[in-house]
């Protein structure tokens, strides 16, 4: 187990305060954070790459806070991947285990394996610089797995990867942990790949640490407002009654909406929907009925480049949104009775 | 009417864009009739047989051996001083960083007789003296060519090798060090392969700056023939004593020597890194 205590680094002009943090064996941990957030300060710092101005870092209860990088045994795969030009894909993997004493057919079946879990094998001697994106990242990864590390340390590891890659790389790197079983710590900015890979995760903004928990617990229940506003102001809907309708799918009452859900192990508590997924039409759509909802709205808030309407469908007030353009060009007014649909696929269950 | 797309003419040229264009080309080919022109007149001067004659006479063997040896020794020596300091200016804050940057310019920029001439004044100071007296003696000798050289080309090193490491991403030695480098093994292991083509390219420079340097050495080890006579030294010796011929021949070898050195360079400037 991993525990960060009071940990406070600072870097130029940036300060990392009172960091308190646990990060349980065999766990898939994700940093949260916008740009500037203090995420990679975070992960180099518990990586050594900084000296801490306080606090403690406790792996397995041994205290690792002034140990050298070389000597905590953590595997980091930096953002840029990093990797060697004056070797192949090979050398790259074997770079840690040189010096290590380490008999050369050891290294050679620990390069296969590698090359093997990681679809490296016909990369092997190939020149680093040719490699695309999503092998370059695979190769990082190998690298750092190769000298067995006790924990992986990813910053940003898809985010310079096309979202078809990255969207590979994700179930890969969940199938490796599953396989290896490494605790993993995962910086990223992404909500989506946070969600989808954490069992854990924890907001940081500003160089504090704003809430830790579960994607669902961060998603339903966030902390203070710099969370809601992060993952984008969720709705959360309270659900009392849910009923089969068969095709695998249930419907769920919540405040006044009947709501069409895949079917959940575990029963409907509550309901997430971010603004952004939900389709406002001043006018009724054409095509199925499902998840449309009628409403009227309340308050009408400039965003950015977006506008937020404040709608109230039944018992809840929920918060939709659209492109300023878009909105203009509807001409909705406060007042205004208008249609919401609720896509169906980016709703999160509780 | 057709509704469509005019094909951009890209061929034509942008208004005041040609006497822009003729201007630069013009000093470009100026420059180069100039250089070229001068060798042109050293092969007017001479024929192929005196040069070879020249070539191969004593004085002149003596010359470019020596020559090849001070400034293979001084390379070596500026190198594994520069590198280590290069690295440290290059990768470390310190108080006072901006004076030793300045102090480390100092001998690009001082004329080499200037230079020469601090040296000899050091050797007449007491603790200059013993080192002459008890260590190695530098005043017009061998060792005085080869620590003048050492004076002129270490300032030219650090310059190089600094922007060299400048170049290199922190990051990749971070990397090093959590795969089990220690400081010193990310260095050699991480640091130096990556900075391999610049320190190659920074050998070869200062090394052809070493073997034309004069100013220092003719002012510290003094231009004694066949004893303390490198090849510019024999340029000079040969002209005081209006032997233009063999002065053509050592100016013909200095410029194979350093038309050589560029050559090497621009293959290193575009070679990948070994596997």
């Known amino acids: 187990m991993i525990s960060i205590n009071d940990l406070s680094v600072h870097v130029g002009d940036f300060s990392l305060t009172d960091i308190d943090l646990q990060i349980n064996d065999q766990e898939y941990f994700v940093i949260l954070g916008p740009t500037g957030a203090g995420k990679t300060v975070l992960i180099e710092a518990l990586a050594g790459l900084h000296r801490c101005r306080g606090g403690m870092i406790l792996i397995d209860d041994m205290d690792i806070t002034s140990v050298p990088p070389e000597q905590r045994h953590i595997g980091y795969v930096p953002q840029d991947y990093a990797l060697f030009p ?21 290294t050679k079946k620990k390069v296969n394996t590698l090359a093997h879990l990681l679809h490296l094998s016909h990369l092997l001697d190939r020149d680093v610089r040719t490699l695309s994106g999503g092998e ?36 890969e790197l969940r199938r490796l942990h599953k396989e290896l079983g490494v605790t993993t710590i995962h910086v990223t900015h992404n909500l989506i790949e946070a969600e989808e890979m954490a069992d854990r995760m924890a907001i940081l903004n500003m160089g504090t640490l704003e809430q830790v928990g579960t994607p669902e617990e961060v998603f339903f229940d966030p902390r203070t407002e710099t969370v809601a506003d992060l993952i984008g102001t969720p709705n959360i809907l309270d659900c009392d009654s849910v009923k089969h309708i068969g095709h695998g799918l249930v419907e769920a009452a919540c405040g006044g909406m009947s709501i069409i859900l895949p079917l959940h192990d575990g029963g409907i508590k509550k309901i997430a929907v971010f603004p952004r997924d939900i389709y406002v039409s001043a006018t009724k759509p054409p095509g199925p009925e499902l998840n449309r909802f009628q409403g009227v709205v309340m308050n009408i808030q400039p965003f950015s480049s977006l506008t937020r309407l404040t709608v109230k469908v039944g018992n809840n007030q929920l918060l939709a949104e659209l ?24 709703l999160r269950i509780h | 009417m057709t509704i469509g797309f005019e094909k951009p003419q890209s061929t034509k040229k942008i208004k005041g864009e040609k006497p822009f264009q003729a201007a630069l080309m013009g000093a470009l080919v100026l420059l180069t009739l100039l250089f070229a022109g001068i060798i042109v007149s050293l092969v007017a001067y001479t024929d192929l047989d005196t040069l070879i004659s020249t070539i191969v006479s004593p004085e002149i063997i003596y010359a470019i051996k020596l020559s090849l040896f001070t400034a293979t020794v001084s390379t070596t020596f500026a190198m594994l001083a ?12 310190f108080p006072g960083k901006s004076v030793v940057d300045t102090i480390l310019d100092l001998p690009i920029v001082i004329s080499p007789i200037a230079l020469g ?32 050289q050492f004076m002129v080309i270490t300032a030219l090193a650090v310059r190089l090798l600094k922007s060299t490491f400048d170049g290199i991403d922190p990051r990749y030695e971070q990397v090093g060090r959590t795969l089990g480098c220690t400081k010193l093994a990310a260095f050699y292991k991480v640091t130096l392969p990556l900075a391999r083509n610049g320190l190659i390219a920074a050998a070869i420079l200062t090394w052809a700056r070493a073997i034309g340097e004069f100013g220092a050495t003719v002012t510290l080890a003094g231009a004694t023939k066949q004893k303390t006579e490198t090849l510019p030294i ?7 004593t209006a032997d233009i011929e063999k002065a053509v021949a050592v100016i013909f070898i200095l410029i194979a020597i350093a038309v050589l050195a560029l050559i090497l360079l621009r293959r290193i400037s575009s070679m990948r890194y070994p596997r």
């Open chain 1, 86 to 106: 004056f070797t192949t894909v090979a050398g790259n993997i074997t770079f840690g285990l040189r010096g290590r004493h380490t008999r050369q057919k050891t």
């Open chain 1, 136 to 171: 370059k990242q695979r190769v990082a990864l190998a690298r750092a797995l190769a000298t067995s590390p006790r924990t992986l340390l990813l910053d940003e590891p898809l985010g310079s990867l096309d979202v078809r890659t990255a969207k590979y790389l994700r179930l």
């Open chain 1, 323 to 346: 492109p300023k353009d878009i909105f203009e060009e509807m001409g909705i007014k406060t007042g205004q009775a208008v249609f919401l649909i609720l896509k169906l696929r980016r």
């Open chain 2, 82 to 93: 520069a590198i280590p300091a290069a690295y440290a200016i290059s990768h470390f804050q």
């Open chain 2, 117 to 148: 001439a601090a040296l000899l004044v050091f050797f007449n100071t007491p603790a200059g003296a013993a080192i002459e007296s008890k260590l190695i003696r530098f005043v017009f000798e061998v060792p005085g060519i080869i620590l003048a």
């Open chain 2, 234 to 240: 024999a340029i000079f010796l040969n002209l005081a």
